[in-house]
């Protein structure tokens, strides 16, 4: 994960298995422990190159601490 370079939001690349894919909050990016973003990602599915992309590839993740979400 990075800032944005006017640090208005989070960008991040993930793998999970066969799905890799790039994610962008559509909030600020926390200022404290136990804060919860919102993101929308897009992904792509490695064996078919399947795209999935829209609305709904959305979901939350919690900055626990100690580099622990």
Known sequence: MSFSPERTHLWAVFTFG???????????????????????FRARESGEGQLSTGEGNSGTLTFLGDGKI
Do not use: D, L, N
């Not at 962008?24 to 929308?40: A, D, N, Y």
């Open 18 to 40: 066969i799905i890799s894919g790039i994610a962008r909050s559509v909030s600020r990016p926390p200022t404290r422990i136990g804060e919860t973003i919102t993101f929308k």
